[in-house]
Structure formats: structure tokens, C-alpha cells
């Protein structure tokens, strides 16, 4: 992939590994990961549970707990820093001000014995340096702007008094406050209703329009993916296996996982009865990688070459990437 | 409605769960979960219950398996009337109506090996001793679900989510039941395990006859799985008919809005699709709305909907809508 600095990367992640010491061994839950998102881009990293890619998210922010985990090597570039060669202090001024973050569960991010402006208050104070009147207005504001109705009262309720779908609205506030480069959705919309994860992803959209700011969308949902992002990077075993643009993803995919996902999952707007194909068997154990490619064990198209060496990542098309030995043959 | 092929029949369901305060913890107002339901199921079909958090479709599975007692409401299963039975009855009965839950890991006892999971609810219906026939029982009941005989040994935690949701279906299938319950049973899997749980469900329900009440709040999943569909909100069913007809011709706002809001996996048929953006959260099932539940945040509301409850009433063609402006 294009590895070279560009101005219109904010973030760069070169050659990523971050490893857990667990009981089991040495688990590689990222390993080798390079991409780049570009200023005002909505990038998906899509994926099923434990392929690293919320593990992946959390390096960025360099909140990986160690012990177990630790960066291996790598580089994380933003807007030309390298994230992972600069101090704790420096990090905790990036953190929450220049890359902002939203996790899955509300409920357990926010916290439950503090009011909502307090809570949104804390970061205005330290980072924008509001007094605590100013820092009160400002948090109507970005409540406001968040779509939470009667922002005046609401902001000195408690976190139990909102709803799934408003407490990720106020997450999303939260995240906004320092008006970041980058926003980080781990799975936004999980936890909430389809109609209110409608709401949340269009209001995530408008306020990328408005304010220019990336996004990296984490998530499982290949329908929010298609809805929602600019490019997709598609991840399996703590690896990359296929990056493309959106359309071009779900028109030509490349590589058998993204194949035999996309044909897996029911559709809404295609007839009921068609048959959906199925990936059999599981995703590997990550302290026990294969020899050869990841998927090669689930793989219906493997041949000798998959089970000896790891495929890189290569060239497919404009802007696609897929790592595959028979990426070339099989997406037609 | 009364008919032989229907396996179940729910006439009217309600199960309110009471809101009590103070030292006498007196009955102050009631959570409406259920609140006047009614269906059937036909012989070897699957109903889908689609809706979203919060609005009962999972009390409404469990009211009807009599796990809760239903506060009115007639629940037919195969000519017998449940909600009369006495409790030993009733676990007779239970032995041909099953349930499948949603978490694989929360469902499963840990202490317990997978055989015996599955051989529990044998042993509980006095179907056999335990023993060599016990064993073989155990055994086909595995082999039914794909696992292999030699995984009886073995305890929750060295299973996948996607193994253990198989443990679950295999327990509910082990007493041949004729009717199972399946309550969200995939949405906690990964998307390629979601597929081969549907297929396995799907295969289980042609090669056994199986009826299933499928509930769920993923929509493709749903019309995928299911003949007919019932949309709840709130308490209630807004629409019910069959899978083909609810998606090409929703006609309930509420069905529509949340069919629009499915997003498809394809980014050139999903920005062709019109989309109907709901505002507002669901109400609270203790102070439901005047008039229609649905009705603050319809975008179709006119006086009436604030005044009146609609009915749900056949259009045509077993095809059942509860709004005023249809």
C-alpha cells in the first residue's frame, strides 16, 4: 500500500504489530498492519470478533494494558508524528483533543455517579481551558449539536437517565468537544436499535461533512460499511486481506473472506430464497497462527502455495488491495 | 381462527409486570410489556417477532411458554388451552415446546459437560435412565446439530460461541419437541457463524417439522429464516403477514421506517433506497401514548392516531396492519 508521507494522511499506521503475553503464548492480535486514512475520509475497518481490529483502534491511542499487550513495532503517523516515539504526557494532550474516541457501550463509558456536564465539562476545562461557566454553554452547545433535545435540562442528568441511542450521542459529543482530526468509532451502533443506529450514523456523517474530520469506523456490519464509508480495509487474524474503495469492494471483492462474507449474509433487497453460501469452520487461534495464510484452513480455494507462505498484500486494481495468492484468477 | 394445522394460537397476550414503591410496595403502575398480542402458527412454519429493544418481544416468547404467567390472554398449543393447566400439566406439556436463548455464554451451566447439558432435560422428563440408551440418545442429538460425539465430554468454556449456540439448540432439541421457541439465537455470533446456525436451524425445522417462533431484531435475518412476520413496537403487533409481502409492501409507517433503516450490503442498491429517518426514542411501556403507541413518532399522525388505539385488522390476503390510515 501507498506507504509514503503525504500531507493528506492524518493518520498512517506503518507495519503495526501489537502482541498479548498470555498464558496460551504469544498472541498476535495485530500483526503487520499498514493503512493510511485521509483528512475528512470515512474509512471501515470490517471484521469479525478478535481479527484485532479493536485492538488495533486502542494502539492508536496507545491504550493497549500492559501487561499483557504491548506495540511490538511499528509506526503510528499522525499528521506526521510518530504516536508510538512520543511521550505520556504529549499522548494525553493528543488523546481526547486531536483524535477522539467512541466505544461500544455507553453505559460502561460513561461515568455513572457524575452528571453529564461534568463529565463533558472535564475535558473543555483541561483542554480548552473554558472556566466552568464558559465550559457549561459550551456543553449545551455540543449537546445541541448532537441532536439531544432540551439540552438545557438534560445536561445535569445522569448518565441512567438517558437512553441507549442519547448516551452514544453524548459519547459522540464527548468526542467532539476539541473538534479532533480523527474520530475512532469502535462499533458505534452495536448496542443500539437499527432505527437509532440510522440516526447516529447520519448524524456522524453530517458532522464529518461539516467539520472535516476522519473517521475510522470499526465495525462487524457489512450494511453500515456499504452505507457509511469511503473505503473499507477488510481484516482477518490481526491482518489486512483485502482495502478497497467502497463500491469497488462489494462490486469485485478479491480476496475468498470478503467473497464468502459478503455472500453470507441475508439481504434485505434480494430474493428470500437465495441460498446463502457458508464459511465453514472457525477463525484460527491467534497464538497459533498457521504456517501459511490465515484463512488458508476455511478457505475453499487454497492450494499448496497457501499453506506454506503468508500472502502480502498486493496491488489489484486502483486503489485495491487484496492479499491472495489467486486474488488475480478468482475476482474475475 | 380456530384450526387444526395451527400449532399455536396466542388470543389477546398480556403480561404486565407491576411497578410497586414504598414500604408497602404497593402496586403503583404496570410495565406493559405485552399488551394485547395475538397470533398463530401454522404446523412446520416459522413466525418471525421483529422488533426493537424493550418492546416485549422476548416476554411475549416466554408468556407464551407459560414461564411467565401471562396477566390474561388465551395461549392454545395443540388444542390445549395453556394458561388453564396445573403445573404438573404443564411440564408434561413443556416437553413438546422448547426454548433456545440468545447468549451462548450466559445460558450454558459451566459446570456442567456438554453431554450432559443436552441429557438433562431427558433425565428431567423421565424419557429414559441414564445408561447406554442415554448415552446414544445424547450422542444423535449431537451428531444433529454437527458436533461429534466425542465433544460430550468437554465443558462450555472449550467451545466457540457459534459450538455452544449448537450445545442450546441441541438441549431444546434432545425431548423431540414439536414447537421451539428461538430467542435471538444468533445475534450474538459472529456474522460467519450466524449463517451456519440459520442454515442449521432452517435444516433442523424441514428434517424434524419443526415450528419455530423466531425472535429477533435483525430484519434480514428474520425474512430470511421466517414465513410470516410480526412487527411489535411497544407492546404491541403494528403488522403481521407473510415474509414476502411485509418486505415488498410494508404498509405499517413504523414497519417501513424499520425496514429503511436496514442498511443493504451493497453501496449502489443502498443509495437508491429511500430512507425514513425515525426521530425521538421509543416510548416508556409504564406511560404508553394515547391513541396509537407509535404515534409521536409518526410521521403519518393525524387526530385520530392521539385519540384512538387502532385495531389490527386484515387488509386482505392475511395480511394484518394496525393503523388508522391504511
Known sequence: MAATTNNENVLEVKDLHTHFYVEDGEVRAVDGLTYSIRRGESLALVGESACGKSVSALSIMRLIPYPPGIIVSGEILFQGQDLLKVSESEMRHIRGNRIGMIFQEPMTSLNPVLTIERQLSESLELHRKLNKKDAKEESIKLLRLVGLPDAEKRVSDYPYQFSGGMQQRIMIAMALICNPDLLIADEPTTSVDVTVQAQLLELLDNLRSQFGTAILIITHNLGVVARYADRVNVMYAGRLVESAPTDVLYSKPQHPYTMGLLASVPRLDLPRNRKLSVIDGLPPNLARLPKGCNFCTRCTYSIDRCLEEKPPLEKVGEEHYSACFRSGELGK | ?326
Open chain 2, 1 to 326: 381462527m380456530a384450526s387444526n394445522d395451527h400449532i399455536i394460537e396466542v388470543e389477546n397476550l398480556k403480561m404486565y409486570f407491576p411497578v410497586t414503591a414504598g414500604v408497602m410496595q404497593r402496586r403503583v403502575a404496570d410495565v406493559k410489556a405485552v399488551d394485547g398480542v395475538s397470533f398463530y402458527i401454522k404446523k412446520g412454519q416459522t413466525l418471525g417477532l421483529v422488533g426493537e429493544s424493550g418492546c416485549g418481544k422476548t416476554t411475549c416468547g416466554r408468556a407464551i411458554l407459560q414461564l411467565y404467567k401471562p396477566t390474561s390472554g388465551n395461549v392454545q398449543f395443540e388444542g390445549r388451552e395453556l394458561t388453564k393447566l396445573s403445573n404438573k400439566e404443564l411440564r408434561n406439556t413443556r416437553r413438546n415446546m422448547q426454548l433456545i436463548f440468545q447468549d451462548p455464554y450466559a445460558s450454558l451451566d459451566p459446570r456442567m459437560t456438554a453431554g450432559d447439558i443436552v441429557g438433562e432435560p431427558l433425565i428431567v422428563h423421565n424419557m429414559v435412565k441414564k445408561g447406554n440408551e442415554y448415552k446414544d440418545q445424547v450422542n444423535e442429538v449431537l451428531r444433529m446439530v454437527d458436533l461429534e460425539p466425542r465433544m460430550a465430554e468437554r465443558y462450555p468454556h472449550e467451545f466457540s460461541g457459534g459450538q455452544r449456540q449448537r450445545i442450546g439448540i441441541a438441549r431444546a432439541l434432545a425431548v423431540r419437541p414439536s414447537f421451539i421457541v428461538c430467542d435471538e439465537p444468533v445475534s450474538a455470533l459472529d456474522v460467519s457463524i450466524q449463517t451456519q446456525v440459520i442454515m442449521l436451524l432452517m435444516r433442523l425445522r424441514d428434517e424434524l417439522n419443526l415450528t419455530y417462533l423466531f425472535i429477533a431484531h435483525d430484519l434480514s435475518v428474520v425474512r430470511y429464516i421466517s414465513d410470516q412476520v410480526a412487527v411489535m413496537y411497544l407492546g404491541k403487533i403494528m403488522e403481521i403477514t407473510s415474509s414476502d409481502e411485509l418486505y415488498d409492501h410494508p404498509l405499517h409507517p413504523y414497519t417501513q421506517a424499520l425496514l429503511s433503516a436496514v442498511p443493504i450490503p451493497d453501496p449502489v442498491v443502498d443509495r437508491q433506497r429511500k430512507r425514513i429517518l425515525l426521530s425521538g426514542d421509543v416510548p416508556s411501556p409504564v406511560n404508553p401514548p394515547l391513541g396509537c403507541n407509535f404515534n409521536p413518532r409518526c410521521q403519518m399522525a393525524i387526530d385520530i392516531c392521539r385519540e384512538q388505539e387502532p385495531e389490527l385488522r386484515d387488509i386482505g390476503g392475511e395480511h394484518f396492519v394496525s393503523c388508522h390510515r391504511i
